[in-house]
């Protein structure tokens, strides 16, 4: 696969993976339209340092996985020794090399297309080449440990990098999500949440199952690998209209997603049912949570339509498709949100909603996530 030219992360573009759309509406279903997710570039934040760390540090561990993948796909170790790998674990790989060539590109660093000698590494970088990845499951802690990477490093940037690192967040754990699948053990892998305190492993080191190093944070866990944070009380926040605005239209898009699951259920085949309940209740908290933020700053949030128009699914796989797209476009909702967020915790809920729309996306498409919310 050949990258397209490098964006330089050291000027003040803003960088997507690949898109300048960032955002879908769901209109299918509710008829609410977003801004397009993405976000102009404002007054250049002095604080230039800081997002170049972060942006080094991602991506020395977006390379590793990107060599991890890549050399598992062919069926090798990285000592050069063989590994087998079954064809259709094979292909996700191969999928997934392909996602983070994309990630690389929008991190100002494409994947060369001949070799070419390189400099010396840094200090990240040599980290991330002596925790090898010599298997599936360990690109699965590596694809999981790089998005809580990410999700921490990104509080505090400026939007558009802040976006561009949550977004390689969300499409690292649905890679996680998805190979765990694949090599035979389903267990979701829990909550992934933007928080300052949680802790990141090392690439390769083994990560408690279900956690996140998150301290006392009430979660239910579904079988997409997604996990639904429990509504907590938070402070009022003042939303400007910009951030009121877009928090209303992931409340209705949140509306209709809680009018069109049932559909899913009705149609999905039975191992999925339980998902696509589970996911519906799901929903239903977040359109609470969202609709409890609105009032709390005293915004009037969008009341839900009276019915929408859904074409209903002809069979399970288009019924899994529905829930896909669903979760597609409300990702999409949610990066119009953190585009236009001033206020940290409404970046944070916009962040973690993307997280969570993209890994059920992939769950329930069976394909990585290249851009989410697009």
């Not at 840094?122 to 080449?129: H, K, Y």
């Not at 499409?171 to 190979?179: E, M, P, R, V, Y």
């Not at 090392?202 to 190093?213: F, H, L, Q, Y």
């Not at 926040?237 to 809680?258: K, P």
Request: glycine content about 8%; some cysteine; aromatic content about 2%.
């Amino acid at each position: 696969m050949t990258a397209s030219p490098p964006a330089r992360v050291n000027r003040r573009i803003f960088l997507t993976l690949g898109t300048t759309g960032a955002a879908t509406t769901l209109a299918a279903l509710s008829g609410c339209s977003a801004m397009g997710g993405t976000a102009v570039a404002s007054t250049p934040n002095p604080d230039t340092v800081q997002e170049e760390a972060a942006v080094k540090l991602v991506l020395a561990q977006v390379k590793a996985l990107h060599t991890g993948a890549s050399n598992l796909a062919s069926g090798t170790r990285p000592d050069g020794s063989a590994i087998r790998i079954p064809g259709a674990t094979a292909r996700l790989l191969t999928q997934i090399t392909a996602v983070h060539e994309a990630q690389l590109t929008a991190l100002g660093s494409p994947v060369a297309t001949t070799a070419t000698p390189s400099s010396s590494p840094t200090p990240s970088e040599s980290a991330a080449e002596e925790s090898a990845i010599a298997s599936p499951g360990k690109l699965v802690t590596a694809e999981w440990n790089t998005a809580r990477l990410a999700l921490t490093h990104a509080a505090g940037l400026s939007p558009e990098f802040a976006l561009l690192l949550y977004k390689i967040a969300a499409s690292c754990a649905a890679n996680a999500d998805l190979l765990r699948t694949a090599v035979g053990k389903g267990r979701a892998l829990g909550e992934l949440t933007p928080v300052e305190d949680q802790t990141t492993d090392d690439v390769g080191a083994s990560a408690p199952e279900g956690t996140t190093g998150t301290a006392g944070a009430a979660e239910t866990t579904d079988d997409t690998g997604a996990s639904t944070p429990e509504a907590s009380a938070a402070s009022p926040i003042e939303l400007t209209d910009g951030e009121a605005e877009a928090l209303n239209r992931l409340l209705a898009g949140e509306h209709a997603a809680f009018y069109a699951y049932p559909l899913v259920i009705a149609h999905v085949d039975s191992a999925r049912r339980t998902v696509a309940n589970s996911l519906w209740e799901a929903h239903r908290q977040q359109r609470d949570e969202l609709e409890r933020m609105l009032v709390e700053a005293q915004q009037e949030p969008v009341e839900s339509g009276a019915a929408y128009k859904v074409a209903v699914p002809a069979s399970a796989g288009k019924a899994a498709a529905l829930a896909a797209q669903i979760e597609r476009r409300l990702g999409g909702l949610a990066v119009d949100v953190i585009a236009a967020a001033e206020d940290d915790q409404v970046e944070s809920t916009a962040a973690g909603l993307l997280v969570l729309s993209t890994r059920r996306q992939a769950a329930w498409s069976n394909k990585p996530v290249a851009d989410p919310g697009v």
